[in-house]
């Protein structure tokens, strides 16, 4: 084989060569295409020391694994790449958080898919436990890490009701930007339908930014529903239901990365 590697070309060459050796695969992509979590949350993961490579748990990144032959575990399970790349729309009720797993024992949003998937989803992007609204969950990291990333910006659109009546100029401001505590919290759009309804359009994804914005002038907050996320609306998805994502869907989605960024 070698000396038939020399006797080519140096592009027939490098493409059998490429061929020939092992395809290393950085270990956080390899959990990414194992469904553990996006390539960003599995490297938080492998910081934690929760991955074992072969039997020796690894504490820093840079690892790379051969697919083919590694034997890789997630506090204490063993992954394995999965064939099947799933993209499904959940509409998340209140009092679910956003993980896969939660230290106390409050009810988790991806236990609502369980028993339809074998595959081990995880959540991309979050919303909080008292709100409620659309939520994708996936097992392809690469997806979750286009989606999630800040140049993607795609909209995700809320709609807010709240106890107390708003000022009417809280659309205009929100939109200009408010800064809080440091934070430069900035709308796409923010338009008042009613004095106790908010439509907001946000592209930065803050932690709680609606939340913060209304805590500010002490204003409660009875339901923060998230409508819409790029082309994706709730469309009758009624709360605690899911559904896949169409081929065009996911198409879409990933269109308006490749847009924005």
């Not at 709308?187 to 913060?212: F, Y």
């Not at 209304?214 to 996320?229: M, N, Q, S, Y």
């Amino acid at each position: 084989m070698k000396q038939k590697v020399r006797d080519l070309n140096l592009q027939d060459k490098t493409n059998v060569e490429q061929c020939i050796a092992p395809k290393l695969m950085r270990l956080q992509m390899y959990m990414a295409h194992c469904g553990v979590a996006s390539r960003r949350a599995s490297e938080d993961i492998i910081l934690e020391g929760r991955v074992q490579v072969n039997g020796e748990t690894i504490w820093k990144l840079g690892t790379k694994v051969d697919p083919r032959t590694v034997k890789v575990q997630v506090d204490g399970k063993e992954i394995a790449l999965e064939e099947k790349k799933r993209y499904v729309l959940l509409n998340k009720p209140e009092g679910y958080v956003c993980s896969l797993s939660d230290e106390k024992g409050r009810p988790v949003a991806s236990d609502l898919l369980q028993d339809a998937f074998s595959e081990r989803l995880y959540n991309v992007g979050r919303l909080d436990m008292f709100s409620c609204g659309l939520i994708m969950f996936t097992n392809d990291g690469e997806f979750a890490r286009k989606i999630t990333h800040p140049s993607s910006q795609i909209e995700k659109e809320y709609v807010v009701q709240t106890s107390l009546p708003m000022p009417p100029d809280l659309g205009k401001k929100f939109t200009k930007g408010i800064r809080i505590d440091g934070v430069f919290y900035k709308a796409r759009t923010a338009e008042l339908e009613t004095r106790h309804r908010l439509r907001v359009t946000l592209i930065e994804g803050k932690n709680r930014e609606i939340r913060r914005v209304l805590e500010k002038i002490e204003i409660g907050i009875k339901k923060l529903e998230r409508v819409r996320i790029g082309t994706i609306v709730l469309d009758g998805l009624q709360p605690g239901m899911f559904r896949e994502l169409s081929t065009n869907e996911v198409k879409d989605l990933i269109s308006l990365c490749a847009q924005e960024s």
